[in-house]
Nanobody, 125 residues
């Protein structure tokens, strides 16, 4: 199974930007959907965005649509989440994960098999 490492988190003021990275080792993203999730203290892990590696399709949850953008680098076997116009409610630990090919109703946490360690994003007012 592919192993994932997130990086790029940090502390920014509201309205600022960060770019998160998700690098794969021990395999590639080929054939997978790569998802980004986040979890704030006391809350359940929630879906943020996803990229289908094979077809390049991208999907964003409503709360980040227009502010966050997914991209990929085939040579580096990495996926990036560019986060602009950050808000305090974006504060959370951000995780990347992979989901195998199949039919799914939505981007559920339980459908993603491999997870990174997470990277902290803190947005101050």
């Amino acid at each position: 199974q592919v192993q994932l490492v997130e990086s790029g988190g940090g502390l920014v003021q509201a309205g600022g930007s960060l770019r998160l990275s998700c690098a794969a080792s021990g395999g590639t993203f080929a054939g997978y959907t790569v998802g980004w999730f986040r979890q704030a203290p006391g809350k359940e892990r929630e879906f943020v965005a996803a990229l289908g590696w094979s077809n390049g399709n991208r999907y964003y949850t409503d709360s980040v649509k227009g502010r966050f953008t997914l991209s990929r680098d085939n040579a580096k076997n990495a996926v990036y989440l560019q986060m602009n116009s950050l808000k305090p409610e974006d504060t959370a630990v951000y995780y990347c994960a992979v989901r195998s090919k199949g039919f799914y109703m939505d981007y559920y946490v339980s459908d993603f098999a491999s997870w990174g360690q997470g990277t902290q994003v803190t947005v101050s007012s």
